[in-house]
């Protein structure tokens, strides 16, 4: 019987849709004895997993409930087949990145900052932020206190599972769309990323959607702010080491561009880091895929791909192939 060990603090009713003929062991947080399992789905949380990664015997397949899986080859070695969760955080981190991008468009932060300071006149501060953030400092009347998504170019650094949902949730904005990813290709249209930095003065809103690799650590760095038009909407939607803290601490409070992150380096962002103070800025804390419907999905995929690997299938969401 094949063993999969799973965290304690998911709710077993979560795994009553995984195949027959698996024997589900529960792993504790703290793991003081070694555990002999052939599947693990280990807990969304890296520090949790590595401490009990020295326990864990036997294992040959990881079923990442994350789509980011960057911890899991050096704590599990070469030997091990991994797995992620790939469409299980469609929905909610496209719904974020939508959020983030309007709200930003909107200028709800200072808003928000406005109700707070119950001072309705402060709503021509918006004027001034506008003018500040895009360098338009032309006469407007009446005054523009906010901005409009419909017909702006977005680019998507990233075009996979994501990436393709937040473009379905960008349709009715009519915007128009750069894609980027690894590779190039048609239908539709897919630039390969070694044309970003060509591509980056045509966007108004830079959509990073890709995963955390050698390849893509700092691929956001003084260069690319330097190339991107003033006032352009960062968002960073995928892991915070793909953009240069240094450089946008640098381009946002010289008030070159403005930003979005749901995910920083360092993370978690410590109390004091320059990041906190910089204008132009919205951060969430990581959590743009923590909605309650993430678990009951993440699950199923990982019980779809166990079921695979029960029935000798090829398995849909390998991130490292067991050399
Ligand atoms: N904020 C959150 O809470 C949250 C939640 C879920 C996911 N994420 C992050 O989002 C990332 C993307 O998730 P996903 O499910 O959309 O992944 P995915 O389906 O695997 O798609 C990844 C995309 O990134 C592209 N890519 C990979 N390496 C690249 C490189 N070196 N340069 C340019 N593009 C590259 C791929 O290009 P090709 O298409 O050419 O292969 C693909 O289009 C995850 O890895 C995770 O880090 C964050």
New binding site residues.
């Given amino acids: 019987m094949l063993r999969v060990g799973y965290s304690a603090n998911l709710a077993a009713e979560l795994l009553t849709g995984f195949p027959q003929g698996i024997e589900l062991i529960r792993l504790p947080r703290e793991l003081d004895h070694d555990v002999e399992i052939d599947v693990w789905l280990p807990d969304p949380y890296p520090t949790r997993n590595l401490k009990i990664v020295p326990h864990l015997r036997g294992v040959k397949l990881v079923l990442s409930l994350?789509?980011?899986t960057e911890w899991i080859p050096g704590a599990m070695g070469p030997h091990v087949t991994i797995c992620n969760a790939?469409?299980a955080?469609?929905v909610s981190?496209a719904e974020?990145t939508l959020s983030a991008i309007l709200m930003m468009l909107k200028h709800f932060p200072l808003f928000l900052d406005i109700q707070r300071s119950g001072d309705w006149k402060r709503r021509f501060d918006a004027s001034a932020e506008y003018a500040t953030i895009t360098g338009d400092a032309g006469m407007h009347y009446p005054p523009v206190m906010l901005e409009e998504l419909t017909g702006k170019t977005v680019m998507l650094?990233?075009?996979?599972?994501?990436?393709k949902e937040i473009e379905r949730m960008l349709e009715p904005f009519r915007v128009e769309l750069i894609r980027?990813?690894?590779?190039s290709r048609d239908n539709p249209k897919?630039h390969a990323?070694g044309e970003l930095d060509a591509l980056l003065p045509k966007a108004q809103v830079v959509v990073l959607?890709?995963?955390?690799?050698p390849?893509?650590r700092w691929?956001i760095d003084a260069r690319q702010f330097a190339l991107m038009q003033q006032g352009t909407l960062v968002v960073n939607?995928?892991?915070g080491p793909i953009v240069n803290t240094d450089a946008l601490v640098e381009a946002l409070k010289s008030a070159r561009i403005r930003a979005a992150l749901?995910?920083t380096d360092p993370e978690p962002l410590p109390e004091g880091h320059p990041l906190w103070k910089c204008p132009n800025l919205l951060i969430t804390p990581?959590?743009?895929?923590?909605s309650p419907e993430f678990a009951r999905r993440a699950l199923q995929v990982a019980a779809d791909e166990l079921r695979r690997y029960m029935a000798g299938e090829p398995l849909l969401n390998v991130v490292q192939a067991a050399v």
């Fill in positions: 994350m789509a980011g790939r469409g955080h469609n981190t974020w650094v990233g075009y996979g599972s994501i990436g980027v990813a690894r590779t897919v990323v959607i890709l995963p955390l690799s390849d893509t691929l939607a995928a892991r749901d995910v990581h959590v743009g895929g923590s």
